[in-house]
């Protein structure tokens, strides 16, 4: 693991009428195991089927079915768990939850209460200014997810889709260890972009792959840590923010007024931004938790957790540091080519394709591949509303026009060109370069022909630059790229212009 | 030809087998006995049908001679398993109408040797009980009346439709669970074996569930051999149970050897308790006697937390019924009531759908898991748990087998008890430490009492070691000759 250079961020205060107030905030994050099949039975997890099709009795609590633990999700749990730099917990015990819901077909959830799979962990949080903010993880668990409710189907009864219940769940409980939403926002980028680089969780949060519930409280700086809400239904990293900032506001006006806070869990209202009050602390259930005695303590072997360990991918943290001190990239772009796994895989790809077509080492060619991507090919995915995965242009054909560029059989702004006709049309750059005639003119003869042509025809602009004006070579060039449709090699050209003019 | 009802299981196989009668005949018999002792109420639903089919199904597998362990023998199940297409009630109104859609791993194993159902046997409400009178479906009659006494008396429960079934004859055998000695209780109650395994032994899926950590299927018979029988059919490994164990299962018939020379049984004088009758003392000391006399070596044990099993187990096993029932709720199958809005419906669907004793547990087992009250109940009850299980396993130490008596009493008469829970509970004294701590138990009919009703000893083994306790089982039966048999008074 690489260690990411820490620029503590200072906590951005709020102001209120008797003072600065400091904001603090923990994150209970909701991540769908990504598996093909539940956490106890072997039913199906598609997302969007018909409802109560991916229902085995184990999942509607048939009398006398029980639950068998789906390994692939502890591996996954596991493998999360190293991702956030977490102690694995080599035995841990399922609980079961008890409340009565409809969409809680067996009157119990089973979830892991006081022995979670895994321990202590930490996220480093990349800040828009460039600093880190480290998030410690409190503990990640496994749990079921339960089915669905909907009340809209009926006048008068309310219809339940079993379809989600008993889907694998993993819980991640941060540290109150965020000053601001925008610091609670970047968690929950960063903590998607590492699921996602581990393949546990798609990350998707409008399908509900991945769910936050904010913890938020203030305090008046050095104080103790003040009265916490909860606020739940926080499901885009918008309305994250834009809860924090009302709750924050609402609870610093309450405490300025007198009044104190009082624990309890809100709801967050996306249609107009407020949190409203859904159940005190005493109105709270009691979930009369116990060792589900169905299922065995989990008991897992150092071994299991090492190979599991082996097989981890790099992540996001440990992938930038190396693009900046093996591929020589600058921080920023850096940062933006590990944001997503699909565009540094692609990226990867890319520079990966171009050193093999030229020959030449991975740090001298990093820097300018980067600009390529992260300028040419974001800017017009970004503008077409498209993800990398829909580029029309594959990462090897991307290389083959950087390698065209590279070894001047195309000039630079040629290469742009050449580039958005790629994205348009889907085809192959030396095709289109072929194609068009936009070879670069290298070949001293054919452009000494044009050199010589445009001198003749402007004595005038020769004039001023035989005077003192050099700026007015620009004026030659220009004609002569004019001419020759871009394709004359600029260095050549200039060389050329240089010994005529002054000839 | 005797009555093909009189036979043992053990015999019923090797008469099918010599194809001295067919499965078909023993099964036409058996469901004539099973009709005409419905006044016993030992069945919630009889399957004479699918009895028929299957009993003619073994006759064509015997004719191929393809006779599988228990071709063509017909058994009750207790309604506690589920049973593909068969209605599965646990005694219970909320279940009444309920019919599973699959087959519990224990009944697919013994239809799979070649077992022919005949009914699905009454019990105690989800097996809440030691007499039989919590069923939703009717009390159960013991077989056996005092001479002289016609008044009814309880078969025992939980399994009381099972052991009634088989001591009155219209069964070979039967299915059992016992979650703190329903198996047991009711064999000593009804004149008949009954073994409790050990705890994953036999798969619970497709059982409807009481109390998870103690909850074992096993089986129930005249005799210890046909019980050897019947348990190596229902045991084994299943994964889609995460608490049974993956360990192969014994020829237990082969295990009756009939020597038990050496053999140390220890007596745990803690079982001795206050109140109990003399004539039990009596048998159990004589049930020492025989055992001595076959070769064993009797020795006293140490079981210093016996007192402290049935408070443990009386928290224990309703927390987690009050978990496990918690699933009954109106809105997938079973009984629903119709109610103004959700907490209507729940209260009015579990109000009506559970009896007494059911919501008592629950109500016992919510207060019992409540926060604030968690540790000073459950979490202590689970340390007493364990030290019960350490007591056990010193005791294992020293000897190999243990004998007590089974319960504390002969047959209650209907209703003595019904009033009085702790009395009720009390009949689970002796059966309650072994499954607290996991342990095979075994109940062999040892006698009458002075009034004529039966009696039965107990013997506890080793986790998984139900060979020991058979073969000890065996020499008990053997030295009891145990031949009494109830009046049949209910064919009148």
């Known amino acids: 693991m690489v260690e990411a250079v820490s620029i503590v961020p200072t906590p951005a205060l709020l102001k209120g009428e008797t003072g600065d107030w400091e904001l603090v905030i923990g994150l209970e994050v909701h991540a769908q195991v990504t598996s093909n099949s539940k956490l106890f039975s072997g039913a199906a997890t598609d997302f969007g089927s018909e409802p109560n099709s991916q229902v085995s009795l184990v999942d509607a609590a048939f009398p006398g079915m029980l639950p068998v633990i789906n390994e692939f999700c502890v591996e996954q749990a596991v493998r999360t768990g190293l991702g956030i730099e977490a102690e694995i917990n080599l035995r841990s015990v399922f609980d079961r939850k008890n409340y009565f819901y409809p969409d809680l077909p067996a009157g119990y959830q089973i979830s892991q209460y006081k022995q979670p799979i895994v321990g202590e962990g930490m996220v480093h949080v990349d800040l828009p200014d460039g600093s880190v903010r480290s998030v410690g993880i409190e503990r990640l668990h496994l749990e079921q997810d339960a089915g669905k409710s909907l009340h809209d189907q009926h006048p008068k009864n309310t219809y339940v889709d079993l379809n989600r219940s008993g889907i694998a769940l993993m819980e991640i409980v941060s540290k109150p260890d965020m000053r601001s939403g925008e610091e609670a926002g970047a968690y929950v980028r960063k903590l998607r972009t590492i699921l996602r680089y581990l393949g546990t969780c798609d990350g998707n949060m409008e399908q509900g792959s991945l769910r936050c519930d904010v913890n938020v409280s203030v305090r008046k700086p050095g104080d103790k840590l003040g009265t916490r809400c909860e606020i739940k239904n926080v499901n885009s990293v918008r309305y994250l923010q834009q809860a924090v900032d009302y709750e924050s506001r609402r609870q610093i006006e309450e405490l300025e007024a007198g009044r104190p806070i009082k624990q309890e869990t809100r709801l967050y209202d996306a249609n107009t931004g407020t949190t409203r009050s859904m159940r005190s602390k005493e109105e709270a259930h009691d979930y009369r938790y116990f060792p589900d005695p169905d299922l065995q303590p989990l008991q897992l072997t150092a071994d299991y957790v090492a190979r599991i360990k082996a097989t981890l991918p790099e992540l996001p943290d440990a992938k930038r540091a190396r693009l900046e001190s093996e591929l020589r990239i600058a921080p920023y772009q850096a940062r933006v080519l590990v944001a997503e796994k699909e565009s540094a895989d692609y990226f990867e790809a890319f520079v990966a394709a171009v050193a093999k077509r030229t020959g030449k080492p991975l740090q001298d060619i990093g820097q300018d591949c980067a600009n390529v991507v992260v300028t040419e090919l974001f800017g017009i995915l970004n503008k077409e509303g498209k993800p990398i995965e829909a580029s029309p242009i594959s990462a090897d054909a991307l290389a083959s026009l950087q390698a065209l560029k590279m070894d001047g059989t195309i000039s630079g702004p040629t290469a742009k060109k050449v580039f958005e006709e790629m994205f348009a049309t889907g085809k192959d750059a030396a095709a289109i370069v072929e194609e068009k005639g936009l070879k670069q003119v290298s070949d001293t003869g054919a452009l000494e022909a044009l050199v010589d042509k445009v001198i003749a025809e402007n004595p005038k602009q020769v004039e001023q630059f035989r005077g003192g004006k050099e700026t007015v070579i620009t004026f030659f060039i220009g004609q002569i790229m004019k001419l020759s449709r871009g394709t004359a090699n600029p260095g050549l050209l200039n060389e050329l212009l240089k010994k005529k003019l002054q000839g | ?492």
């Not at chain 2, 199904?57 to 362990?69: Q, T």
């Not at chain 2, 319960?407 to 509970?425: L, V």
């Open chain 2, 1 to 492: 030809m005797a009555d093909l009802c009189d036979l043992t299981l053990a015999e019923a196989r090797d008469g099918i087998r010599a194809k001295k009668f067919s499965s078909a005949e023993l099964t036409r018999a058996h469901v004539d006995a099973m009709i005409s002792a419905r006044p016993l109420n030992a069945f919630i639903s009889e399957t004479p049908v699918i009895a028929k089919a299957m009993a003619d199904e073994s006759d064509k597998r015997i004719a191929r001679g393809e006779a599988r362990a228990l071709e063509g023998l017909p058994l009750a199940i207790k309604d506690l398993f589920c049973t593909k297409g068969v209605r599965t009630t646990a005694a219970s109104h909320i279940l009444e109408p309920f019919v599973p859609t699959y087959e519990s791993t224990v009944t697919s194993k013994l239809w799979a040797d070649g077992a022919v159902m005949l009914g699905k046997a009454n019990l105690d409400e989800f097996a809440m009980g030691s007499s039989n009178e919590t069923s939703y479906f009717g009390p159960v009659e013991n077989p056996w009346r005092k001479p002289g006494d016609n008044r009814a008396r309880v078969p025992g429960g939980s399994s009381g439709g099972s052991a009634a079934a088989v001591a009155a004859r219209f069964a070979l055998g039967a299915t059992g669970t016992d979650t703190g000695g329903s198996i047991r209780q009711p064999a000593a109650f009804c004149g008949i074996a009954g073994i409790k395994p050990t705890y994953g032994r036999c798969s619970r899926w497709g059982i409807v569930a009481f109390a998870s950590s103690l909850d074992q299927a096993g089986p129930m018979a005249r005799t210890v051999k046909d019980c050897a029988i019947l348990l190596r059919s229902m045991s084994g490994f299943d994964p889609k149970d995460s608490t049974s164990v993956d360990m192969p299962v014994p020829d237990y018939e082969k295990a009756l050897t009939g020597n038990i020379k050496g053999l140390k049984v220890g007596i745990p004088e803690e079982y001795r308790v206050d109140g109990m009758p003399a004539e039990i003392d009596a048998m159990w000391r004589r049930g020492a006697d025989w055992l001595k006399a076959a070769g064993a070596i009797i020795k006293p044990v140490k079981l210093l937390l016996t007192t402290y099993a049935l408070p443990t187990y009386y928290i224990v096993a309703p927390a987690e019924c009050s978990s496990n029932l918690a699933r009954y709720d109106g809105v997938r199958f079973g009984l629903r009531t119709k109610g103004d809005d959700l907490t209507g419906m729940y209260e009015g669907t579990r109000g009506e759908g559970f009896g007494r004793e059911v919501r008592r547990r629950i109500l016992i087992g919510t207060y019992v898991l409540s926060a604030g009250y968690y540790d000073a109940y459950y979490l202590k009850a689970q340390r007493v748990r364990a030290l019960i299980a350490r007591d056990f396993a010193n005791a294992f130490n020293e000897v190999d087998v243990l004998l007590t008596p089974t319960a504390p009493s002969s047959a209650f008469a209907r209703g003595e008890k019904s009033a009085d829970p702790i009395a009720m509970y009390l009949n689970d004294v002796f059966t309650v430490p072994a499954s607290l701590a996991g342990l095979p138990g075994m109940s062999v009919p040892a006698g009458l009492s002075s009034d004529g009703l039966p009696l039965g000893l107990q013997l506890i083994g080793r986790a998984y070691d139900e060979e020991t306790v058979l073969r000890t089982a065996a020499v008990l039966e053997e030295a009891a000759q145990f031949e009494a048999r109830p009046p049949v008074w209910w064919k009148q």
